[in-house]
């Protein structure tokens, strides 16, 4: 089976910095995937990592540790409209798409 | 544009009657997807299409159903027997069952109990 961990609730500064934290234990890793989403919207996808280290999108930046199994979302330059629920999510061990969500992590940015 | 149209936007189902929400993609993406999201909480998987006349069950099937007769198309019907069905739910395609293609989403459709 998958599980994935990520704290419930963060909360930051505009213009500050913030590192969202993502656990996850699967049996057979093939990748991660952060989505955000804003209240009452869908979801949109940000980052995907299938190898080890950092990947860089302007102010958004994803890390994957395989070793650890251990993802965190960077965000630069914080702004208020970066308030929304940030989700990881894993395919299954034998690969697909049929994706296993975390239960998001609650942003709020605050002047 | 290319994308997912998820109608109504707001349902509201009376006890004992089974409700569709629509879902239609213009992507030509092979496989469809299902999900219900209760506050708070992350996305479960109903049900997964990976092709035309095919889908399998997700994680929390009971009290639902699909079908999916053209590419395009994936209905989801809640039944009677779905005894808690107010949720948002999302529905989702991907160009087909490879691990690094992301999901693409409705708006979704917030579903209550009159």
């Known amino acids: 089976g998958q599980n994935i961990d990520q704290p419930t609730e963060m909360t930051a500064t505009e213009g500050a910095i913030v590192q969202i934290n993502c656990t996850y234990q699967?049996?057979?890793?093939?990748?991660l995937f952060w989505y955000q989403q804003h209240a009452g919207e869908a979801p949109t996808f940000l980052s995907y990592?299938?190898?080890?280290g950092l990947e860089e999108k302007g102010r958004f930046s994803s890390f994957l540790s395989r070793s650890k199994g251990y993802s965190y979302l960077l965000l630069k330059e914080l702004q208020m409209k970066d308030s929304a629920s940030y989700l990881c999510?894993?395919?299954?061990?034998?690969?697909?798409?049929?994706?296993?969500f975390g239960t998001g992590t609650q942003l709020k940015v605050e002047l | 544009d290319g994308g997912i149209t998820q109608s109504p936007k707001y349902l509201f189902r009376k006890e004992g009657q089974n409700v569709t929400l629509s879902c239609e993609q213009n992507l030509n993406h092979d496989a469809m997807y299902w999900y219900r999201q209760d506050p708070g909480q992350g996305l479960r998987l109903i049900y997964y299409?990976?092709?035309?006349?095919?889908?399998q069950k997700g994680d929390i099937a009971e009290g639902y159903s699909v079908s999916r007769e053209k590419k395009e198309s994936f209905p989801l019907t809640v039944t009677s027997a779905q005894k808690n069905p107010t949720a948002f739910y999302l529905c989702a395609s991907s160009p087909g069952h490879t691990n690094n293609q992301p999901q693409h989403f409705g708006d979704g459709t917030r579903l209550s109990i009159l």
């Open positions: 299409s990976q092709i035309v006349n095919d889908f």
């Open positions: 999510a894993v395919p299954p061990r034998g690969g697909g798409n049929k994706l296993t």
């Open positions: 990592n299938v190898l080890d």
């Open positions: 699967t049996s057979g890793f093939n990748g």
